[in-house]
Nanobody, 123 residues
Framework: QVQLVESGGGLVQAGGSLTLSCAAS????????MGWFRQAPGNEREFVAS????????YSADSVKGRFTISRDKARNTEYLQINSLKPEDTAVYYC????????????????WGQGTQVTVSS
């Protein structure tokens, strides 16, 4: 079993920045891709970004390209999501996920999910 714990959410003003973290623990985590999803009130959960185990391959949603950057620290079993130029429409619960590879995460197929961290952007 794998546990994913997100942190770093909060209330920020539009135009600000935030870095989300997700720490993985549990069974041996080698080889797993990691990613981020978000769910705004009244909306379905949507893919944000994913990164391969090596870090050499990433995918991101068109809506966040140029503003969101995903990265990971394999030694710490931790992934990050750097969010810049925040917009009110970025307000959502952000979920960490892991899966077989970055591509399957990009199409929504995750093996494990975190509990989520709230990001609220004020205008």
């Amino acid at each position: 079993q794998v546990q994913l714990v997100e942190s770093g959410g909060g209330l920020v003003q539009a135009g600000g920045s935030l870095t989300l973290s997700c720490a993985a623990s549990g069974r041996t985590f080698g080889g797993y891709a990691m990613g981020w999803f978000r769910q705004a009130p009244g909306n379905e959960r949507e893919f944000v970004a994913s990164i391969s185990w090596s870090g050499g391959s990433t995918y991101s949603a068109d809506s966040v390209k140029g503003r969101f950057t995903i990265s990971r620290d394999k030694a710490r079993n931790t992934e990050y999501l750097q969010i810049n130029s925040l917009k009110p429409e970025d307000t959502a619960v952000y979920y960490c996920a892991s899966g077989a590879n970055a591509y399957v995460l990009s199409v929504g197929r995750a093996d494990y999910w975190g509990q989520g961290t709230q990001v609220t952007v004020s205008s």
